[in-house]
């Protein structure tokens, strides 16, 4: 050990003549630690938003998007689809059918967007269809050829629009399209009746509250639209390089269609988070400035206190710089204790929260309900890092003016 590290050890163990030194030297350890255990659980919580909105979100709807530019819909989608299904990158496609509707249980009404599917061909570009919890997807497989449809046919819903709707499985709804038809008193609103077979709860509220799945076929059939489809998803291999995978697959479709993917449909959400993360980290990172400040105090009062000590260990030899880093390394071990504590309190409250979810959230206003907790390495890294450079920072001007002293005037009087 050396002589400047054995020093500041003892001094930052030994007794105060003056207990506010002790003290405040106490506080800067507390300083630091809380501040570098908010920085972790700040960024362990806006990554974990980031982490579960974007995996709900792909895990609910598909990387790639293809649709006409006119907007009226696919008609020769099944030679499209087979063909767009070999290009290179393309793992799955899937065709659907979208439109809005509204929805309705005696008195109790609201909106939903319809999707008419192929549960089979969904299930390999979407995990939506897995997160049913009560009933079964499986009334919505085609029927076989030359047999009748249902008189009410099978729909699946969110669990949130169930609860709004107090539907149950086997509880008929009433879905009006604004595609009417059209009578001599004008445009009348088009309605079917729909037997609930299913309901699922993905924890994303934009889709269990306004998502629902019909078959292919009841949706052409409701919205008026025999054999047409309105989109054809697709699930890539590589889904950071949609956007690119994406341009591919529309030019192969050819002029007339546009393709659309995650990525674009969720920038200003990941934006956001993005931004929401870096200002977190540099308004929380405050306190540690505070800490580093206290730090800065607890030295500069401890050079005053130990002035006499000085000045007998410089006419004992002991350089100016020696000094110095005296009070330097006293300053980094208040600050690696401080954190040191802050590290494994902030990664132990972030793996609590991550694994028991005690945190609730209202899934209406933050789409999703629970608080997540996405702990990464890297940030300890870096929080380590501020916390040690502002801990370092705060030691220059004690260090400095322990190492001007002169000890012929500090011993003077004595």
């Not at 050990?1 to 163990?13: G, I, K």
């Not at 702990?375 to 890092?385: E, S």
């Not at 002293?405 to 011993?411: H, S």
Request: glycine content about 8%; aromatic content about 10%.
């Amino acid at each position: 050990m050396s002589l400047e590290f054995f020093v500041a050890t003892r001094y930052l163990r030994a007794k105060r003549r003056q207990a506010v030194v002790g003290v405040i030297t106490i506080i800067s350890i507390v300083g630091v630690a809380a501040g570098v255990a908010s920085l972790i659980i700040a960024l362990a919580i806006t990554n974990g938003m980031q982490r579960d909105l974007q995996g709900r979100l792909l895990s609910s709807t598909a990387h790639v998007q293809l649709m006409r530019v006119a907007d009226d819909g696919i008609r020769d989608w099944r030679t499209l689809d087979e063909r767009l299904r070999r290009l290179p990158h393309v793992k799955a496609a899937a065709p659907g059918l979208y439109e809005g509707v509204m929805a309705s249980n005696g008195a109790r009404a609201g909106y939903a967007l319809i999707e008419g599917i192929l549960p089979d061909r969904e299930r390999q570009v979407s995990d939506l269809l897995s997160s049913v919890t009560l009933g079964s997807v499986e009334p919505l497989q085609p029927r076989p050829p030359g047999t009748s449809p249902p008189a009410i046919p099978p729909i699946v819903i969110g669990y949130d629009m169930a609860q709004t709707l107090d539907a149950k499985v086997g509880s008929t709804i009433m879905i009006t399209s604004p595609q009417g038809e059209l009578s001599p008193v004008g445009l009348i609103p088009k309605f079917q009746y729909f037997r609930v077979v299913g309901i699922f709860h993905s924890g994303f509220y934009q889709y269990d509250s306004s998502w629902a799945f019909v078959s292919l076929a009841a949706a052409q059939r409701l919205f008026g639209e025999p054999d047409v489809v309105s989109v054809i998803s697709f699930k890539v291999d590589d889904m950071y390089r949609a956007d690119k995978i994406g341009r591919e697959i529309e030019q192969a479709a050819g002029p007339g269609f546009l393709t659309t993917n995650w990525m674009e449909q969720n920038r200003q959400l990941f934006n956001a988070l993005k931004l929401e993360q870096i200002v977190t980290f540099i308004i929380i990172g405050l306190i540690v400035c505070i800490a580093a400040l206290n730090i800065l105090t607890a030295l500069t009062m401890m050079v005053m206190e130990k002035t006499r000590d000085i000045a007998v260990m410089m006419s004992f030899g002991v350089s100016a710089s020696q000094v110095r880093r005296i009070f330097l390394f006293q300053g980094l071990l208040i600050g690696v204790i401080g954190t040191a504590i802050g590290l494994v309190a902030g990664y132990l409250l972030s793996w609590l929260g991550g694994h028991y979810h005690f945190i609730r959230l209202n899934a209406e206003v933050y789409s999703i309900d629970y608080l997540p907790f996405a702990v990464r390495w890297i940030y300890g890294l870096i929080v380590a890092a501020v916390s040690l450079g502002l801990s370092l920072l705060a030691t220059l001007y004690p260090s400095y003016s322990a190492s001007k002293i002169l000890p012929a005037e500090a011993l003077r009087y004595e």
